[in-house]
């Protein structure tokens, strides 16, 4: 099995063939269209070089790579239709989404109702440019308007310096330098002790087809930790809310984001019990023990298939 490993695997492959073993490939994310999209955007320095390794990635996966696999992970069932539109049979496709350890779930009685005195805000994960979390700085300047102590924290960095400095920016430009913090990256354990101080945290996916196909980590995080959250419309995301009842998804705009805040702290025993359903849908669907048995019963069905 080879994951997202684009030259290295065709060794796998030789090494599968010689021995007569099946060859497994695991596709987390479309780093093809990711480096073709930042490339055509100049979203990063040297964007030639990039595009030329976009295309590079995208022959070999979808020409090669994918053709001779005996089967192939992908993240979503979003990446499963993108993927099937590159002329992969969605028969040799296992949808496998992010998920989460069993003992970082926490109870329901873990949820605590958001403190419209002083909320804070949250983001989790990475600030490459390509997320344009900079609406977030927005957001908060809305939700200021009435609920002027609010603070915004973004838990996490850029890959490089000028994806965390347009959000320093912004929030600069906009005057709210001392409400918005940027943490820079951290071990995981001290990020999660963030996310749980938290009032209300964010999942954003700017609606590119990039993203559309990935399986929110994030959201799967927050649900566990009995928190309250605001999403946007994203093909998984809005279905992992829905099933669960944590929630509805927004559409990407400032304004519904900062709605869909002030309605959580307008009434926070609504958000708390909104909240307290998230530990309970995870434990049941996306913890890797679950997601684990997932991936093993298509292990047992190749290796069947095989003999």
């Known amino acids: 099995q080879v994951r997202d490993k684009f030259f290295t695997c065709l060794i796998a492959w030789v090494a599968a063939r010689l021995t007569g073993a099946r060859f497994i490939y695991w596709m987390s994310y479309p780093f093809a269209e990711s480096k073709l999209y930042d490339a055509e955007n100049r979203l990063v320095p040297y964007h030639q070089l990039v595009w030329l390794k976009g295309k590079l990635i995208g022959i070999l996966l979808y020409k090669f790579i994918l053709p001779v696999a005996d089967h192939v992970f992908v993240q979503s069932e979003r990446m499963k239709d993108d993927v099937a539109k590159k002329g992969i049979s969605r028969d040799k496709m296992t949808s496998v989404p992010m998920g989460i350890q069993a003992d970082q779930v926490v109870s329901k009685t873990s949820a605590v109702?958001?403190?419209?005195?002083?909320?804070?805000?949250?983001?989790?994960?990475?600030?490459?440019?390509?997320?344009?979390?900079?609406?977030?700085?927005?957001?908060?300047?809305?939700?200021?308007?009435?609920?002027?102590?609010?603070?915004?924290?973004?838990?996490?960095?850029?890959?490089?310096?000028?994806?965390?400095?347009?959000?320093?920016?912004?929030?600069?430009?906009l005057g709210l330098s001392e409400a918005v913090t940027v943490t820079g990256f951290m071990p995981m354990e001290e990020a999660w002790r963030l996310v749980k101080q938290a009032d209300i945290c964010f999942s954003p996916f700017y609606p590119i087809?990039?993203?559309?196909?990935?399986?929110?980590?994030?959201?799967?995080?927050?649900?566990?930790?009995?928190?309250?959250?605001?999403?946007?419309?994203?093909?998984?995301?809005?279905?992992?809310?829905?099933?669960?009842?944590?929630?509805?998804?927004?559409?990407?705009?400032?304004?519904?984001?900062?709605?869909?805040?002030?309605?959580?702290?307008?009434?926070?025993?609504?958000?708390?019990?909104?909240?307290?359903?998230?530990?309970?849908?995870?434990?049941?669907?996306?913890?890797?023990?679950?997601?684990?048995?997932?991936?093993?019963?298509?292990?047992?069905?190749?290796?069947?298939?095989?003999?």
């Not at 908060?140 to 994806?163: C, N």
């Not at 927050?222 to 093909?235: D, G, L, T």
């Open 113 to 173: 109702a958001p403190n419209p005195d002083a909320p804070v805000l949250l983001y989790l994960g990475t600030l490459i440019r390509l997320r344009q979390l900079h609406i977030l700085v927005h957001v908060l300047q809305r939700v200021r308007s009435r609920y002027p102590e609010a603070t915004l924290l973004y838990v996490g960095d850029g890959e490089v310096p000028s994806d965390r400095q347009m959000i320093e920016d912004e929030a600069s430009r």
């Open 209 to 307: 087809p990039v993203l559309l196909s990935t399986s929110p980590t994030k959201l799967i995080e927050y649900m566990a930790m009995a928190k309250c959250i605001v999403a946007n419309e994203h093909p998984e995301q809005c279905q992992v809310m829905e099933e669960s009842g944590i929630g509805r998804c927004v559409p990407w705009s400032e304004v519904a984001f900062a709605e869909a805040v002030c309605t959580l702290l307008d009434d926070p025993e609504y958000a708390r019990n909104l909240a307290a359903r998230g530990p309970e849908w995870v434990r049941a669907h996306r913890t890797y023990d679950v997601i684990a048995k997932i991936v093993d019963a298509k292990y047992q069905e190749i290796a069947r298939d095989k003999n």
